[in-house]
Each structure stands twice: as structure tokens, then as C-alpha cells.
């Protein structure tokens, strides 16, 4: 195999916490054994990286290149590397699919052993960076994707190979945040047709939970937000009632989803990273069967807290999932299958595209919740 050479190509550096990013010329090292370096075609926004470029305490990495949500073809690949070859078109995923270990190859889990999800700032195996900006200065990863670059290096098991037919604009929000959402509905909910359903939080992720559960059948979707013009968008994904959690007065949310349902959800996620909300979607979910799944990121550290007779006295179920409890491979290929098939929406989360240089603008308008999904054309 020929000896790849670094390639100098514009990133978007995170350069100090909740500063614009700048856009710079970067050297991207060659893909070393088990890596792929990719061309970026188009990446979008996802609230996360908005997360961890504001985090001031504890201090975040920088310079960091973010950005996990994205589509691109194969530049180079390094030694030992079959799955995929130049040119493939591929969508990277912040889980590692390794497809060996115990995990991967169980049905109850998509967190790969071999490489565990951390928020690591550097590469999965060896722990180093594969970036560097002009003066020689390393920089960090971002969930092992680092998408807000023209080229970035990913490990194999990071990778998935696609259809190259689909368009990049919509594929690459099976990235992270459309599919965490259909996923958490169809794969940690498993979300049965005539099931009740309640969303809290009708962002990009609540709102792919309405499709997640409207594609399994949910008879009623309850999707709750402090913007009442969330239920028109909600609409189009399957919600079927609202509630604004702003004018619960006298009455908390969860009473008011209680009284809607008769006794409570079958299914309540959490989409906004309050452990407030987590209580609330926990105390409206059905006495004996009812789920409750928590998808928000919070503020690190932030605790929930429960009385053991609560629980025990319940019957209920609380979950994690982490993207949406999808295997990377196994299911990203199926999600652009429904797509394409004009079974799953995606057109309709893309609400503005926006060209690299204009990267900052993606985050003002997520920031300010003018958007759902901002494509990033590289
Ligand atoms: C998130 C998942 C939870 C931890 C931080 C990153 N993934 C993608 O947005
Ligand atoms: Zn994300």
C-alpha cells in the first residue's frame, strides 16, 4: 500500500469556548491502520456540538474541530482496511460498530465493547489527533468524527457504507440526530401500532421521535413543548395532540398528559436535557408498563432522583439511549432504505443549508431555535 501523505485542506476551528469558529487552513494526517480519511460532502448542526463547544465548566478541548453529523466519500484508506475503498460514500457515526465484540454481536445493545462510547477528544485506538493547524499545533477531535472539516479521519469501526444515490443533504442527518430519534421509538422503546406516546421537547430529536413512532403505528402522539408553533411541525411527523408546558398553571404536565391519556403514556421521552423533565415524563408514563426514555443531553453531573418505593411501586421502566440504540451499520442502511422508499421524512428537518464560510450562522440559527436541521455545504 502506497504511503499516504497529510493533506492541507480548511476546517472550522473551535478555537476558545462559545467564540465563532474560524475557518483555517489544517494539515490532516494520513489515515493510519484500521482509519479512513473522508472528503466531507455536507455535514449539519447538531445541538451537541453546540454543547460541547459553550462548555466552559468543566473546561471543554480546544482547539477542537466539532461537527459528528455528516456524509462524505473514502479520499484514502489506511493498512488493514477491507470494508470500504476510495470512493465509497460513507456516513460516519459517533458509535463504533466493531461488529466482534459480545455487544455487537447481542441484540440488546449498540455499545460496542471493543470501543466504548466516551467523549473522547482524540482518535479510538491510539489516542492521538490526526489534525494539526499551521503553526504545528495539535487539535482536538470531536466524537471521533470531527465533520467541520473539508478532510477528517475516522476509524473503520466509525464507519458505514451507503447507497451513494441518496441525496447528502438529507442522508447525512442519519448522522446522529434523526436517527437517535427513530431509533429510540423503534429500537429502546420498540414502540407497538396503537400505543400512546409522549414527547417532551418537539426539537429535531422529539420530533424524529414522532416519526420513529408514527412509522410504528402510535395512535396517539402527545408532543410537549414551550412553543406552541412546535405542534404545525409536529403535525407533519405524526403528533397528534399538544400540549404547551408553558401554560400549565395549576396543574403539572404530567398531570395534564395523565388525565389525557387515561392513566398515563405507554412511551414518554425525554428531548431536552432537564432532569425536571425527566421526572415529569417518568411520573405521566402508565403505572405497570410504562417507559420512559431519556435522550436529552443535561448539564455533566446533573443527577435524577427517585425513592426506592417509587420505583419499586411502579412497575415502570427508565432507559437511556444512546443513538437511539441503532447499530451504526446494521440500521443506518435501513433508515436511507424507508427514505428512499418515501416511507421516512427527512426532507422536512432541513430547514436552512448554508455554505461552509457561513458555518457560524448555522449556530445562531439553532442556537436561537430558528432551526431544526442546518445542512453545511462544504
Ligand atoms: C451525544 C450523545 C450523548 C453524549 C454527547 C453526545 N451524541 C450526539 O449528539
Ligand atoms: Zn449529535
Not at 460541547?52 to 482496511?81: A, N, Q
Not at 460498530?97 to 482518535?123: A, I, T, Y
Not at 400549565?248 to 428531548?271: H, L, P, Q, R
Request: with cysteine; hydrophobic share 40%; charged share 25%.
Amino acid at each position: 500500500k502506497k504511503e499516504g501523505k497529510a493533506i492541507r485542506c480548511r476546517a472550522a476551528v473551535a478555537r476558545k469556548a462559545g467564540e465563532p469558529l474560524v475557518i483555517e487552513e489544517v494539515m490532516v494526517a494520513a489515515p493510519k491502520a484500521h482509519e479512513v480519511r473522508i472528503r466531507i460532502i455536507c455535514t449539519s448542526l447538531c445541538h451537541s456540538d453546540i454543547t460541547f463547544w459553550k462548555l466552559k465548566d468543566p473546561p471543554g478541548y480546544f482547539p477542537r474541530i466539532l461537527g459528528h453529523e455528516s456524509i462524505g466519500v473514502v479520499e484514502s484508506v489506511g493498512e488493514d482496511v477491507d470494508e470500504v475503498t476510495e470512493g465509497d460514500t460513507v456516513i460516519p457515526s459517533f458509535m463504533a460498530d466493531c461488529g466482534e465484540c459480545v455487544d455487537c454481536k447481542s441484540k440488546k445493545s449498540n455499545q460496542c465493547s471493543n470501543f466504548p462510547f466516551k467523549v473522547s477528544p482524540l482518535m479510538h485506538r491510539d489516542e492521538t489527533s490526526r489534525f494539526m493547524d499551521l503553526n504545528g499545533e495539535t487539535l482536538y477531535h470531536f466524537l471521533y468524527i470531527s465533520s467541520f472539516s473539508e478532510y477528517t479521519v475516522v476509524d473503520v469501526t466509525h464507519v458505514v457504507k451507503i447507497d451513494p444515490a441518496v441525496p447528502p443533504n438529507r442522508a447525512c442527518l442519519l448522522s446522529c440526530g434523526v436517527s437517535t430519534g427513530v431509533g429510540a421509538a423503534w429500537r429502546t422503546a420498540n414502540v407497538e401500532a396503537g400505543s400512546t406516546v409522549a414527547i417532551f421537547g418537539l426539537g429535531a430529536i422529539g420530533l424524529a421521535v414522532a416519526e420513529g413512532a408514527r412509522l410504528c403505528g402510535a395512535s396517539r402522539i402527545i408532543g410537549v413543548d414551550v412553543n406552541p408553533d412546535k405542534f404545525e411541525i409536529g403535525k407533519i411527523f405524526g403528533v397528534t395532540d399538544f400540549v404547551n408546558s408553558a401554560s400549565c398553571k395549576d396543574k403539572s404536565v404530567s398531570e395534564v398528559i395523565k388525565e389525557m391519556t387515561g392513566g398515563g403514556a405507554d412511551y414518554c421521552f425525554e428531548c431536552v436535557g432537564l432532569a425536571s423533565l425527566v421526572h415529569e415524563a417518568f411520573a405521566c408514563c402508565r403505572l405497570g408498563w410504562g417507559k420512559t426514555v431519556v435522550l436529552g443531553v443535561d448539564k455533566p453531573g446533573t443527577q435524577l432522583s427517585f425513592s426506592s418505593f417509587e420505583i419499586l411501586l411502579s412497575g415502570k421502566t427508565i432507559t437511556g439511549s444512546l443513538f437511539g440504540g441503532l447499530k451504526a451499520k446494521h440500521d443506518i442502511p435501513i433508515l436511507i432504505k424507508r427514505y428512499m422508499d418515501k416511507e421516512l421524512q427527512l426532507d422536512e428537518f432541513v430547514t436552512h443549508e448554508v455554505s461552509f464560510e457561513e458555518i457560524n450562522k448555522a449556530f445562531d440559527l439553532l442556537i436561537e431555535g430558528k432551526s431544526l436541521r442546518c445542512v453545511i455545504w462544504m
